[in-house]
């Protein structure tokens, strides 16, 4: 269950592919603050856990799989998608750590330093995460040896 | 007005390039998929309206993220679903389904926020 480091993805990443992410990041980061200034900060809130850039990253995923597929002669039609459902859910793991970050920020930000505040919930997203991916991780492995027990006995 | 939108798309658009070449960091698929849910735009935005509007402005904002998350949670599972069962296109299910967060964030806010 360790998480591993991979620098080798960044050679595979293509500087174009962060500049779509860059653009995408800016663009939703304005028509938030537009929304906020046009409709005020109840509905421009919304905005701030917009998807904003997970299609274009689900999708970069998904195209990088099936390039590795078809280098490999295979369509990578069907693992493609697969590989693009295990990234979404991270992400969804990911959403409960954004709740969170929401309820800190909601209640500390009007009384505490403001770059401490956001320091101290941009952690606790992470470890609320990655506390839940590494649970999952658990259950499963200690699942699947179970069955794996059972078979042998 | 022009050069506090041009600071918002800079600010914005590094953080999410941040978060995202950290996700690619990661070797495990699921692990580096947290980073989709980065809160690379609250973190722009919030740290610009404090600045700008004042701290309890921000917190009302982030009150309403609360909303936008719990939406983008069922958008997230919902998208995972579709890939993981139908394996259809992923940019057309990541992309039609951000209807689903639309409605969903708007209902939230209208059943709790409004």
């Known amino acids: 269950m360790k998480v591993t480091f991979y620098t080798g993805a960044l050679r595979k990443?293509?500087?174009?592919e962060f500049g779509v992410r860059f653009l995408f990041g800016g663009l939703v980061t304005v028509a938030a603050g537009l929304i906020a200034k046009k409709f005020g900060p109840s509905v421009g809130g919304l905005f701030l856990a917009f998807p904003a850039i997970f299609p274009a990253s689900a999708t970069l995923v998904a195209r990088h799989a099936r390039e590795e597929k078809e280098q490999a002669q295979l369509t990578g039609s069907k693992r493609a998608p697969a590989v693009a459902a295990l990234d979404s859910r991270g992400t969804a793991m990911g959403t409960v750590g954004l709740i969170v970050f929401g309820v800190l920020a909601?209640?500390?930000l009007p009384r505490h330093n403001t770059a401490l505040v956001l320091i101290g919930s941009t952690l606790v997203w992470f470890c609320?995460?990655?506390?839940l991916w590494w649970l999952r991780k658990a259950i499963r492995t200690s699942a699947w040896a179970r069955r794996r027990r059972r078979r042998t006995a | 007005m022009l050069k506090e939108i041009l600071f918002r798309f800079l600010v914005g658009g590094a953080l999410v390039s941040v978060f995202s070449l950290l996700g690619s960091l990661f070797k495990q698929r699921s692990f580096a998929g947290l980073f989709g849910a980065a809160p690379s735009v609250a973190?722009?935005?919030l740290s610009l309206t404090v600045r700008r509007e004042g701290a309890p402005y921000a917190s009302f904002e982030a009150r309403s993220m609360i909303a936008g998350a719990?939406?983008?949670l069922v958008y997230a599972c919902a998208v995972t679903l579709i890939l993981a069962r139908y394996r259809t296109s992923t940019l057309r299910t990541t992309a039609t389904s951000l209807l689903l967060w639309l409605a969903l964030s708007f209902a939230i806010w209208?059943?709790?926020l409004r």
């Open chain 1, 128 to 131: 609320v995460g990655a506390t």
């Open chain 1, 13 to 16: 990443t293509q500087w174009r």
């Open chain 2, 70 to 72: 719990a939406a983008f």
């Open chain 1, 106 to 108: 909601w209640k500390f």
């Open chain 2, 43 to 45: 973190l722009a935005t």
């Open chain 2, 110 to 112: 209208l059943a709790w």
